[in-house]
């Protein structure tokens, strides 16, 4: 089952740009976690962010979290075309596992 | 520091035969994660191993099987293999979950595409 849903489902943009994905949840959780994913490949872990936690930076990448509209949003400022890839929202599940969203898929012309 | 290994890289296989797909975590953690990843359904959590042990596993029939090693190592096995079993198979690791709750990041290794023909 997905939990969390991203939007947009894709988007476009040109490399220096910003680009901000949305991800939405169902039930309560403990964290929500950001991955990158390219070409069908392995998914690179970006960015934790706890329940009490509000907002978190990572070098271009800034996370936010809303728990009380259960969304979460990620930012990439000055994108770059090796930004170019897929990208998820997990959270946890009560197997002990992530359940992932569909993903947004990011574009990032030169 | 070594992330999480998968071998091999690629698998082709034809229906009915049997897959086998290995998994090695990074070093010092114990909890290993298979997700599946198809076309049109998104990643699908298939199998938790902690210490050894079976802790949990997704809404897959039960030839899906596996275990985890003395050496926190897993191996998944797919029998019978049908042709939607084609898919990336992703394994992760992560430091001992103490709960369900999943609070430890996962660590994802490259992926094993199966290709059943």
């Known amino acids: 089952s997905q939990q969390g849903e991203e939007d947009p489902q894709a988007l476009s943009i040109q490399e220096g740009e910003n680009a901000t994905m949305n991800c939405s949840y169902k039930?309560?959780?403990?964290?929500l976690q950001w991955y990158r994913q390219n070409s069908g490949r392995g998914l690179v872990h970006l960015i934790l962010i706890r329940s009490n936690e509000r907002e978190k930076h990572s070098g271009r990448l800034r996370v936010t979290l809303d728990t009380s509209k259960k969304s979460s949003s990620l930012l990439i400022t000055a994108s770059r075309a090796a930004d170019t890839a897929s990208y998820f929202c997990?959270?946890?599940?009560?197997?002990?596992?992530?359940?992932f969203g569909k993903g947004t898929k990011l574009s990032v012309k030169p | 520091e070594a992330g999480v290994t998968q071998s091999p890289t690629h698998l082709i296989k034809t229906r009915g035969q049997q897959a086998t797909l290995r998994c090695s975590p990074i070093s010092g953690h114990t909890s290993v994660y298979w997700y599946q990843q198809a076309l049109g359904l998104g990643l699908q959590f298939l199998l938790w191993?902690?210490?050894?042990?079976?802790?949990n596993r997704g809404n897959f029939p039960p030839r899906f099987s596996g275990r985890q090693f003395p050496n926190y190592s897993s191996e998944l096995n797919v029998n019978a293999l049908e042709l939607e079993d084609s898919a990336l198979y992703l394994c992760a690791s992560s430091l001992a979950s103490g709960s369900l709750s999943s609070y430890n990041e996962q660590f994802f290794g490259p992926g094993t595409r199966l290709t059943v023909l």
């Open positions: 997990a959270t946890g599940g009560s197997q002990g596992n992530l359940i």
């Open positions: 039930t309560s959780i403990n964290n």
């Open positions: 191993y902690d210490e050894g042990e079976e802790r």
